[in-house]
């Protein structure tokens, strides 16, 4: 089970943003093998939900997405490093993530659309959230991508 943790940058602890940036490494530099500039410049202006589950009694980042207001990086209002810690997989932690994520965003910029850059091999996942594919695959730091629309 995952406890919500809604927080503006600033608001972020300083632990807390060390396990966010700690646990994208881990995720998308480390594990999928994909070098590049993981500190966009995005980061400071978006709204970020982290998802804390228990291991072994301790507190550990188990999920995370950051959102991102329109005109940030699309002309929509976007998610994106999302991500499920390696001992949250498989538990739901994915869906959940993407409820809780959907639900804050909305209630950051109600009534706008989303626009994302999925993982192709993501892209079913999404489309049972409502996205649809807007554009052809294309190759984004070695990894195949599409954008989606909701």
């Known amino acids: 089970m995952m406890t919500w943790q809604r927080s503006a940058f600033a608001d972020l602890s300083v632990d807390d943003l060390y396990c966010v940036l700690q646990k994208r490494q881990e995720v998308f530099i480390l594990e999928q093998t994909c070098f590049y500039q993981d500190f966009d410049g995005l980061d400071q202006g978006a709204h970020h939900l982290l998802g804390w589950h228990l ?53 950051l910029h109600p009534g706008q659309r989303m626009r994302i850059g999925a993982q192709r091999y993501l892209e079913a996942f999404y489309a049972g959230f409502g996205f649809v594919t807007c554009s052809e695959p294309y190759d984004e730091d070695g990894i195949i991508h599409v954008d989606m629309l909701r």
Not at 55 to 60: A, F, I, L, S, Y
Not at 76 to 105: D, N, W
């Open 55 to 107: 291991v072994n009694g301790k507190r550990e980042l188990g999920a995370y997405l950051r959102v991102l207001a329109p005109g940030a990086k699309y002309a929509e209002m976007s998610i994106g490093r999302v991500l499920t810690a390696r001992a949250a997989r498989g538990s739901g932690a994915g869906r959940a993530l993407l409820t809780e994520g959907l639900a804050y965003a909305d209630a």
